[in-house]
Nanobody, 125 residues
């Protein structure tokens, strides 16, 4: 399984970014997908997750209303649209795939067995 994130960068507060995660080596359409982030000195935290069909979506309270997760099973890609970015959103963002994650509950790191290398998002004030 290979997950490759892209789309990170430096943006001013209030700006937008769209992260992408291209997946290969798996039957993408049966995997739950998630985005997590890790800031320096902090633990990796949940951001958003989507079930295999896209029918169930969860967001962390800190990003609800600002971020949108979506997936295109034909392209083996999951996206994270980030709007109204804040300096506290600065982190490395990781894409994750979980075969057994059904989208029926709020996920944790343990629900995802495959991870990408991450993409840096830096929001300046």
């Amino acid at each position: 399984v290979q997950l490759v994130e892209s789309g990170g960068g430096l943006v001013q507060a209030g700006g937008s970014l769209r992260l992408s995660c291209a997946a290969s080596g798996l039957t993408f359409g049966i995997y739950g997908m998630g985005w997590f982030r890790q800031a320096p000195g902090k633990e990796r935290e949940f951001v958003a997750a989507i079930s295999w069909s896209g029918g169930r979506i969860y967001y962390a309270d800190s990003v609800k209303g600002r971020f949108t997760i979506s997936r295109d099973n034909a392209k083996n890609t999951v996206y994270l649209q980030q709007n109204s970015l804040k300096p506290e959103d600065t982190a490395v963002y990781y894409c994750a795939a979980g075969l057994n994650y059904s989208g029926r509950y709020y996920p944790t790191v343990a629900d995802f067995g495959s991870w990408g290398q991450g993409t840096q998002v830096t929001v300046s004030s």
